[in-house]
C-alpha cells in the first residue's frame, strides 16, 4: 500500500491550497482516513480526520478554515485550506486506515509528507 501525497507549496497568508493523497497497492477497504502536520521543530499533530462514511473531525486551530473530504472511488482523501496563516506552516502527512484483505488486520500507512509554507 502507498499513500503519494500532492499540492503542497508556497503561498501568502490568507491565501488557500488544495492537498490530494491517493491510496494505492492492495486494498480490500479504507476506514479512517486524515491529515496530520508537523511544524519546523515541533511534534506530528492532528489537523482532520474523516470515516468511510464520511464523518469528520477536525483540530481546533484549523475549524472553518480547513475542510476534509475523501473520494471512495478514487481511494483519495483531501484537504482544502483556506485563510492560511504563517502558523500553517508544516509539512503535511497523510494517512490511511487500510484492510489488504478480507478478515485482514486493520494497518495504518503513512503518505511522504508535503510541505507547505505559508509567508506573511
Known amino acids: 500500500v502507498q499513500l503519494q501525497a500532492s499540492g503542497g507549496g508556497l503561498v501568502q497568508a490568507g491565501g488557500s491550497l488544495r492537498l490530494s493523497c491517493v491510496v494505492s497497492?492492495?486494498?480490500?477497504?479504507?476506514?479512517?482516513m486524515g491529515w496530520y502536520r508537523q511544524p519546523p521543530g515541533k511534534q506530528r499533530e492532528l489537523v482532520a480526520t474523516?470515516?468511510?462514511?464520511?464523518?469528520?473531525n477536525y483540530a481546533d486551530s484549523v475549524k472553518g478554515r480547513f475542510s476534509i473530504s475523501r473520494d471512495n472511488v478514487k481511494n483519495t482523501v483531501y484537504l482544502q485550506m483556506n485563510s492560511l496563516n504563517p502558523e500553517d506552516t508544516a509539512v503535511y502527512y497523510c494517512?490511511?486506515?487500510?484492510?489488504?484483505?478480507?478478515?485482514?488486520?486493520?494497518?495504518?500507512?503513512w503518505g511522504q509528507g508535503t510541505l507547505v509554507t505559508v509567508s506573511s
Open positions: 474523516i470515516t468511510s462514511a464520511g464523518s469528520t
Open positions: 494517512n490511511a486506515d487500510v484492510r489488504t484483505r478480507l478478515f485482514g488486520n486493520l494497518d495504518a500507512y
Open positions: 497497492g492492495r486494498i480490500f477497504s479504507i476506514n479512517d
